[in-house]
Antibody
Framework: QITLRESGPTLVNPTQTLTLTCTFS??????????VGWIRQPPGKALEWLAF???????RYSPSLNSRLTVTKDTSKNQVFLTLTNMDPVDTATYYC??????????????????WGKGTTVTVSS | QSALTQPASVSGSPGQSITMSCAGT?????????VSWFQQHPGKAPKLIFF???YRPSGVSSRFSGSKSGNTASLTISGLQAEDEADYYC??????????FGTGTEVTVL
């Protein structure tokens, strides 16, 4: 059974750096095709994808946040870390991490995010 | 990259079928069969209900079906039930390996 849990500060001051931890179980980030995604959702607004980190250390970042985002992993501890610098009140949101797998059939592979954490709410305010 | 365009709201009566769209570009929805759909109830994490345009995860009701034509993907819910009332989001991988979500559709069961 795959589970993920986000943790980190609930309140951050403007200009500070946010670091969130995603602790997972039920899969390994050393398995080919596996990744972890980060997604956020401001109050009352739509989902926004932030980043992926993959089993092979490849990563992808949202172009709009690329200069502020870093995602790393510690496979020995089954943890993934998201760092977002220069926090602003517009970054107030619920932050989710999710398991990214893929289904392959006939040579074609389709990725998916099938299991999500419950999310952690981060408020940016002085 | 711009968010995929979804209608803000769709409604239907119990038992009816509804369809919601997800419009993108040739660089995302139109270029790849990598569209996913998520259902989100208030205060809950999103739940995957479709991926790869038409793959339904185990445990997801067969009343949900997905399709794609050109740069637009669609999700149909048949036999609408009260429990289907939720927000629905599409997502697609892009030509540079990033992901983009849709603007979200609120489904109301009348």
């Amino acid at each position: 059974q795959i589970t993920l849990r986000e943790s980190g500060p609930t309140l951050v001051n403007p200009t500070q750096t946010l670091t969130l931890t995603c602790t997972f179980s039920g899969f390994s980030l050393t398995t080919s095709g596996v990744g972890v995604g980060w997604i956020r959702q401001p109050p009352g607004k739509a989902l926004e994808w932030l980043a992926f980190i993959y089993w092979d250390d490849d990563h992808r970042y949202s172009p709009s946040l690329n200069s502020r985002l870093t995602v790393t992993k510690d496979t020995s501890k089954n943890q993934v870390f998201l760092t977002l610098t220069n926090m602003d009140p517009v970054d107030t949101a619920t932050y989710y991490c999710a398991h990214r797998g893929r289904y392959c059939s006939g040579g074609d592979c389709a990725p998916y995010m099938d299991v999500w954490g419950k999310g952690t709410t981060v408020t940016v305010s002085s | 990259q711009s968010a995929l365009t979804q209608p803000a709201s769709v409604s239907g009566s119990p038992g009816q079928s509804i369809t919601m769209s997800c419009a993108g570009t040739a660089n995302d929805v139109g270029g790849y069969n990598l569209v996913s759909w998520f259902q989100q109830h208030p205060g809950k994490a999103p739940k995957l209900i479709f991926f790869g345009v038409s793959y339904r995860p185990s445990g997801v009701s067969s009343r949900f079906s997905g399709s794609k034509s050109g740069n637009t993907a669609s999700l149909t819910i048949s036999g609408l039930q009260a429990e289907d009332e939720a927000d629905y989001y599409c997502s697609s991988y892009t030509n540079i390996g990033t992901l983009v979500f849709g603007t979200g559709t609120e489904v109301t069961v009348l």
